[in-house]
């Protein structure tokens, strides 16, 4: 039987690495102001999120490939951050937006 403590280890809240991938890698340089608009409404539910307690953090990546959107969540599971994913305007946009959903195995927090 597990004790007390490995209980709550497995009910505790995972943390989770998301990448937000563009529709094109020069996407941060070359947003049409529809687009822009988009990303507005993107940070608004991100804000939404983080006062939430559900993300941990959240930014843009300055990769020389391309940037990508960086997202740090906190979520009892894969599903839950898929959900939170999949409920980003930025995703439900239709626009080609597209998450990568990866498990940290550990923190240092």
Not at 30 to 54: N, P, Q
Not at 83 to 91: E, F, Q, S
């Amino acid at each position: 039987m597990a004790s007390a403590d490995e209980a709550d280890a497995t009910k505790a809240p995972k943390i989770f690495h998301c990448r937000l991938i563009p529709p094109r890698p020069d996407f941060a340089f070359t947003m049409t102001d529809e687009e822009r608009a988009l990303m507005g409404r993107h940070a608004d539910y991100l804000r939404a999120k983080l006062r939430e307690g559900i993300m941990i953090m959240a930014g843009p990546v300055a990769d020389p490939a391309g940037p990508w959107g960086l997202l740090i969540l906190r979520a009892g599971s894969e599903a839950e951050a898929r959900a939170v994913t999949d409920a980003d305007p930025v995703a439900r946009s239709g626009r080609g937006f597209r998450y990568e959903i990866l498990p940290m195995l550990s923190v240092i927090m």
